[in-house]
Nanobody, 127 residues
Framework: QVQLVESGGGLVQAGDSLRLSCAASGVAFRSYTMGWFRQAPGKEREFVAKINWSGDWKSYADSVKGRFTISRDNDKNTVYLDMNSLKFNDTGVYYC????????????????????WGQGTQVTVSS
């Protein structure tokens, strides 16, 4: 059974930084693309960032490029999201996710492409 546990969310001011972590178990972590989505109140869940199984490839939503960095530690089965220069519009619940298939990079920008979800961690940015 796949389990993804996010941590690191909180209440911060605009311009601050946060690091989110996602610890995975029950999955061949080294073989999957991992990523982050977020969902603001009243809005649909949206793609934030993804990283391939080896960490060589990364992709970001335009809204976070240059501010957020995704990384992973395959020895710790953990994926991270470093968020800098946070803005009010970054507020939402952030979800960790696995890809649907082994060694697949394409897709994953749509929630329908996700294999498993974490429970989410709240990030609130005050303006």
């Amino acid at each position: 059974q796949v389990q993804l546990v996010e941590s690191g969310g909180g209440l911060v001011q605009a311009g601050d930084s946060l690091r989110l972590s996602c610890a995975a178990s029950g999955v061949a972590f080294r073989s999957y693309t991992m990523g982050w989505f977020r969902q603001a109140p009243g809005k649909e869940r949206e793609f934030v960032a993804k990283i391939n199984w080896s960490g060589d490839w990364k992709s970001y939503a335009d809204s976070v490029k240059g501010r957020f960095t995704i990384s992973r530690d395959n020895d710790k089965n953990t994926v991270y999201l470093d968020m800098n220069s946070l803005k009010f519009n970054d507020t939402g619940v952030y979800y960790c996710a696995t890809g649907r298939s082994l060694f697949r990079w394409t897709g994953f920008s749509n929630p329908m492409d996700v294999g498993s979800w974490g429970q989410g961690t709240q990030v609130t940015v005050s303006s």
